[in-house]
């Protein structure tokens, strides 16, 4: 019976997988002709059977969904908190004598997927003055810029709202 639930855990998976692949390639292409869309569909139905072949496929990662209205609000934080960090990285660059201090330094995360840790990861990425250098064991190295910058990582408001995307289901 196991055996059965993991064989739809997967099926269901690589169906979110395939629609989201679609979904994103017309997003995209912004091409609604027949032929560009039977091209999607032919690129995400090839994409899907590659991964399928590679079983790269968790259950881990099958047993947790994002919320999609709080991944929405998280963008839109996210695009603000870009422009926001912009700024502060072009007023250090005009900023006459004042000494930037660049600092490495590690974060925790103990988000339930590496899909949502990767999300964190690229979110720190993404946002001026800071860069993830490495993930590894849930802690993740990161290249501050300056001290504010990693004072503002060491706030975990970035961590805590992906933390907030995430939805977990219990696997029986």
Not at 13 to 30: D, G, N, P, R
Request: hydrophobic share 45%.
């Amino acid at each position: 019976m196991a055996d059965i639930s993991k064989i739809n855990l997967k099926r269901n998976y690589l169906t979110k997988v395939f629609i989201t692949i679609v979904i994103l390639w017309l997003v995209l292409s912004s091409m609604f002709l027949p032929l560009m869309i039977s091209l999607g569909i032919l690129s995400a139905l090839v994409t899907t059977y590659i991964l399928f072949i590679m079983n790269v496929f968790s259950s881990k990662d099958a047993a947790v969904s994002i919320n999609l209205v709080k991944m929405t609000a998280y963008i839109f934080w996210l695009f603000k908190e870009i422009i926001i960090s912009n700024f502060k990285v072009c007023w250090l660059i005009i900023k006459p004598r004042y000494k930037v201090t660049p600092i490495i330094g590690e974060t925790k995360s103990e988000l339930s997927t590496d899909f949502t840790t990767t999300i964190y990861a690229n979110s720190i990425t993404l946002t001026p003055g800071t860069i993830t250098i490495d993930i590894n064991d849930n802690v993740l190295t990161v290249h501050s810029l300056d001290e504010k910058f990693k004072t503002s990582l060491d706030s975990r408001v970035m961590y805590e709202k992906v933390k907030s995307t995430e939805i977990s289901k219990e696997l029986k």
